[in-house]
């Protein structure tokens, strides 16, 4: 039946996002912030609301007075409601609804409208939580984030999304919004434990694999700093891991994820299903890393992938320090197939329509996919335990006592 009226239009928003990269950023003497905040546009100064992780702020005590010390030294930057409040992170925070409305009363409170400020410092949850809170009050406040982990400043606190987990469900309830600006301060690093330093590396070596093989060529030749975290090859593999992220954002033409592909999440199949199966104890960044070595090695059986690219990826991946096995993958056959088809599924039902998982057909290289042939992935997960047992029966004594 044709309509009786309609009335269509399409209309573009254009987003801006800015990703800076500093040291210090709430140092009197540090152009960042005002940088980042820009010059108010009305007679009427702006106003901020600062919000600490507290994992962060318990592992860095002098950081609330130096954001309040930062906001009350220059007269350029809004003024600050109130000192610093801090508040918990960690998934925890995201699993429970109250730390929401705890940031949203806070905002309502102090008066934080649309040209204001909310001031997020912290890691990838607790962006998560004060994001959707930010988006949600007045239909969206000025959010600046401020990372406070690798895998945050290299990946989850560049891009444009927010969410909390409900129903059970990881961020089951979130917007797409992207923030006024992104600060990443690597000195916030510093309190970070080597293991987390480390585990948000891997999101540079997945997005190198699946979009510049000579990013891929640099963590290769940086792999003995990387896994001794050092400084200046951290802060290198972060910025371009978090320029490739952008670039993605900026140019797929899927910024929202409307589609049901989404290639910066390869090897995240297996990795949440993972995560899920250690009860959460072991990292984002150490499930991806088991995730990409299997869907590597699922690449190379299905033939698109080499088997000297696919060596090139395991060995980097163990180069910089990670584990491509762990007693949290099921041993049994039965439970192998029931880990892989529930993965699978549960990847699928999260970004809807058909199943789509990327691999690799070269380094740098991603492609998609929308049937995964179990058989073989029960090949590839077997492949990867009888390497790790290999490995282990080689390494000295003393090294696998220390692990
Ligand atoms: N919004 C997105 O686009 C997106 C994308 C990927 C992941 N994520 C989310 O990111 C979260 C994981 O983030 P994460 O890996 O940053 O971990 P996290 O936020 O869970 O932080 C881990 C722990 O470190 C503490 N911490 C944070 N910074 C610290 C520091 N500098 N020193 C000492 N302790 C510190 C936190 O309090 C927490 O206890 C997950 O919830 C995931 O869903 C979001
Ligand atoms: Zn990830």
Redesign the pocket.
């Known amino acids: 039946m044709t309509p009786v009226a309609l009335i269509e239009r399409n209309f573009a928003v254009g987003h801006r996002l800015r990703v800076f990269f500093t040291e210090n950023a709430f140092a009197p003497d540090n152009p960042t912030l005002p940088h980042a905040l820009g010059a108010p546009r009305s007679p009427m100064r702006p106003r901020a609301l600062a919000l600490l992780?507290?994992?962060?702020a318990g592992?860095?005590p002098s950081l609330a007075a130096r954001v309040a010390a930062g906001f009350a030294a220059r007269a350029d930057l809004p003024e600050l409601v109130c000192p610093p409040v801090t508040l918990p992170?960690?998934?925890a925070a995201?699993n429970d609804w109250a730390h929401v409305a705890q940031v949203l009363t806070l905002i309502e409170r102090h008066g934080i409208d649309r040209q204001s400020f909310v001031l997020a410092l912290?890691?990838?949850?607790?962006?998560?939580v004060v994001?959707l809170a930010a988006a949600l009050a007045h239909r969206g406040v000025r959010l600046v984030r401020l990372?406070?982990?690798t895998?945050?400043q290299c990946?989850?606190g560049v891009?444009v999304?927010?969410?909390v987990n409900a129903f059970g469900k990881?961020?089951f309830l979130g917007t797409f919004a992207p923030p006024w600006a992104v600060i990443n301060d690597f000195q916030?690093?510093?309190?970070?434990?080597a293991r987390?330093k480390r585990?948000?590396l891997v999101e540079a070596i997945k997005v190198a694999l699946i979009r510049d093989a000579a990013f891929f060529a640099e963590l290769e030749a940086a792999a003995v700093r990387l896994r001794m975290l050092e400084s200046d090859a951290l802060r290198r593999a972060i910025f371009r891991c978090a320029e490739l992220h952008v670039e993605h954002i900026a140019t797929s033409g899927d910024p929202f994820e409307t589609g049901s592909a989404r290639p910066l999440d390869f090897g995240h199949w297996a990795a949440h299903k993972l995560e899920a199966l250690s009860g959460f104890a072991l990292?984002?960044?150490e499930a991806v890393a088991i995730g990409l070595a299997l869907d590597t090695i699922y690449s190379r059986r299905i033939g698109a992938l080499d088997a000297a690219a696919a060596e090139r990826v395991l060995s980097l991946l163990e180069a910089v320090g990670f584990e491509l096995f762990t007693p949290h993958l099921p041993q049994d056959a039965r439970a192998m197939r029931q880990m892989v088809a529930e993965g699978l599924e549960e990847f699928r039902e999260h970004l809807g329509g058909p199943l789509t998982v990327t691999l690799l057909r070269g380094i740098g290289r991603g492609f998609e996919v929308h049937d995964i042939h179990l058989p073989t992935m029960l090949g590839a997960l077997t492949e990867l335990r009888e390497r790790h047992e290999r490995r282990l029966a080689q390494r000295p004594q003393c090294e696998a006592v220390q692990r």
């Open positions: 992780d507290a994992g962060l592992a860095q992170g960690g998934e995201k912290g890691g990838g949850a607790f962006l998560d994001g990372p406070s982990t895998l945050a990946d989850s891009g999304k927010n969410g990881k961020n916030l690093l510093d309190s970070l434990p987390d585990a948000g990292r984002h960044g």
